[in-house]
Nanobody
């Protein structure tokens, strides 16, 4: 079983910054992709950014130039640096990790979510 623990959310003023972290633990053999999604009230969950084990990144258009995803593969940890935050970035942010367990079965785990609120 793989567990994800997120941290770093909170309340920030427009134009401010936050850094989210997500650490995966458990019986992990390898990690393929780590990503961040978000879900605002009344909206569907959407991909924000993801990063492969090889370091290839992808971003949603609405965060390009403002958010940066990075990872520490040795620690199975993914980060999301969010700069120039806007009120429309307000949402619950979820970490997602896809990989192979120690039993060599594929897993896809979600974090519990962390609230990000951008407001003056």
């Amino acid at each position: 079983q793989v567990q994800l623990v997120e941290s770093g959310g909170g309340l920030v003023q427009p134009g401010g910054s936050l850094r989210l972290s997500c650490a995966a633990s458990g019986r992990i053999n390898s990690v393929n992709v780590m990503g961040w999604y978000r879900q605002a009230p009344g909206k569907q969950r959407e991909l924000v950014a993801d990063i492969t084990s090889g370091g290839r990144t992808s971003y949603a258009d609405f965060v390009k130039g403002r958010f940066t995803i990075s990872s520490d593969n040795a620690k199975n940890t993914v980060y999301l640096q969010m700069n120039n935050l806007k009120p429309e970035d307000t949402a619950v942010y979820y970490c997602n990790v896809v990989g192979r367990s120690a039993a060599l079965t594929t897993f896809a785990s979600w974090g519990q979510g962390t609230q990000v609120t951008v407001s003056s």
